[in-house]
């Protein structure tokens, strides 16, 4: 038996999962201390009532021989696809047949299973800094060739997305057959407006490559950048859409999203929508009838208002961030369309050290920028997931430290 060898090539441990090490080490050698995590994206407020209420009564649905319900269609109930075409989709003047749409137990899933149906010789393009599922399911599968000696993989295009540039990647100069894009953005926190992402459609247009378009993050968009790649003329011939419950109403630990593959996505003659479909159907065996329930509340009216409270509340950590490291003297990004505040750190300080030297004085872990690429060196990463009282005493914590050292100018380590 040999293994996949490709898995060697790879970071030993996730990033996310080597963060939360990190914290757990430092908890258990100063128990008396109070870490704040303001590091992975994950939701900390319930789920909203009129989903609790939903799943209720599916539960109890699956408790008669009446009304139980054994394995979902494989791409979902009628019911969730009409909720998700009509509120996602036709009310926003978007053409997306139901069929068009595969719900799913969430958007990192897909985001690592889609490429099942591409070809190993594909030429994959990511942006630098990015998530960093990206990156670690195309080496996986071979795509991504050795790491050199720059830390980079010699077969991935890296799309720099810096200060200089406005945080927004640039097109590449070779090739690329599939795109990952992310907006609103993670880790950076900022957002596409329809110029911006019209370039990558006319792109992908002309030269055969598909867009892999992940919006787990349009509830949090506050102006008008667009929700959906659909927006844009033309995108339904180059672009997939990933798109997660997580990050909208609370659903990290429930599970569920949804992809779309347009009809119209023609490679080599071939239409991605029934490869997606019989990948699917082979590989994974629908979503649960309470989640798809409690989807489907999500867009009851009830359902709709709660869960934009629920972001609000994100929104106003996002901006207690944003605002009181940058009263702090830190330089700030994101926030206003996302629940990510990006900062860069100290002067003199890589982004490890600088989360080493936040969780050893203020308690309050982040996410290191270079965690997420090399051109994230020098970043670092604050979640609005928290609760807000502890977001407050986390930022409070991060002036009294850091804010002195500001006023006197410059770092000093
Ligand atoms: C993050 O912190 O970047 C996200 O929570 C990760 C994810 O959504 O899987």
Redesign the pocket.
């Known amino acids: 038996m040999k293994i996949n060898e490709n898995f060697l090539k790879i970071e030993s441990s996730y990033l ?1 999962s080597t963060v939360a090490k990190k914290q757990r080490e430092y908890q258990a050698a100063h128990p008396d201390k109070e870490v704040i995590r303001l590091s ?3 939701v900390t407020k319930p789920l909203v009532p009129a989903v609790i209420e939903a799943m209720h009564k599916a539960v109890d649905e699956m408790a008669n021989e009446e009304s139980f319900r054994g394995y979902p269609p494989e791409y979902g109930y009628d019911f969730i696809l009409d909720a998700i075409q009509k509120n996602d989709y036709a009310d926003r003047g978007i053409d997306i047949a139901k069929d068009e749409i595969f719900l799913s137990d969430g958007a ?1 899933s897909d985001c690592g299973n889609i490429g099942d149906i591409f070809s190993v010789d594909n030429k994959v393009a990511i942006c630098d800094p990015v ?1 960093p ?1 990206y990156l670690d399911t195309n080496i996986m599968a071979g795509r991504s060739g050795d790491k050199g000696d720059n830390g980079l993989y010699e077969n991935i295009i890296y799309m720099p997305c810096t200060a200089e540039n406005g945080f927004m990647p640039e097109l590449p100069k070779e090739k690329a057959d599939v795109i990952y894009l992310c907006f609103p953005n ?2 950076i926190g900022v957002t596409a407006s329809k110029e911006q992402l019209k370039v990558w459609v006319d792109y992908a247009l002309e030269n055969n490559s598909l867009i892999l378009f992940d919006s ?1 993050y349009e509830a949090f968009i506050t102006d008008d950048s667009p929700k959906s790649i659909y927006e844009i003329e033309g995108a339904k011939k180059c672009a997939i859409e990933l798109r997660s419950f ?1 990050k909208t109403a609370g659903f990290t630990g429930v599970r569920c999203g949804y992809t779309v593959v347009p009809k119209e996505l023609v490679f080599d003659g071939t239409s991605l929508n029934p490869l997606w479909a019989r990948r699917q159907a082979t590989k994974f065996n629908g979503v649960s009838y309470v989640t798809q329930r409690a989807a489907e509340a999500i867009y009851s009216e009830e359902g709709k208002k709660q869960t934009k409270e629920v972001i609000a509340y994100y929104q106003r950590n996002a901006k207690v961030i944003f605002d009181g490291l940058t009263e702090a003297g830190f330089t700030c990004y994101g926030a206003k369309n996302s629940p990510y505040v990006w900062l860069s750190v100290p002067e003199g300080m890589t982004s490890w050290e600088f989360f080493d030297d936040l969780l050893e004085k203020c308690q309050v872990v982040g996410t290191p920028g270079s965690g997420f690429g090399p051109s994230g060196e020098g970043y670092l990463r604050l ?1 609005a997931f928290g609760n807000y009282e502890k977001t407050i005493e986390a930022v409070d914590r991060i002036k009294s430290v850091y804010g002195k050292q500001f006023k006197i100018g410059g770092f000093v380590k």
């Open positions: 996310f992975i994206g994950d990192k998530y599922v993670n880790p787990a997580s979640t």
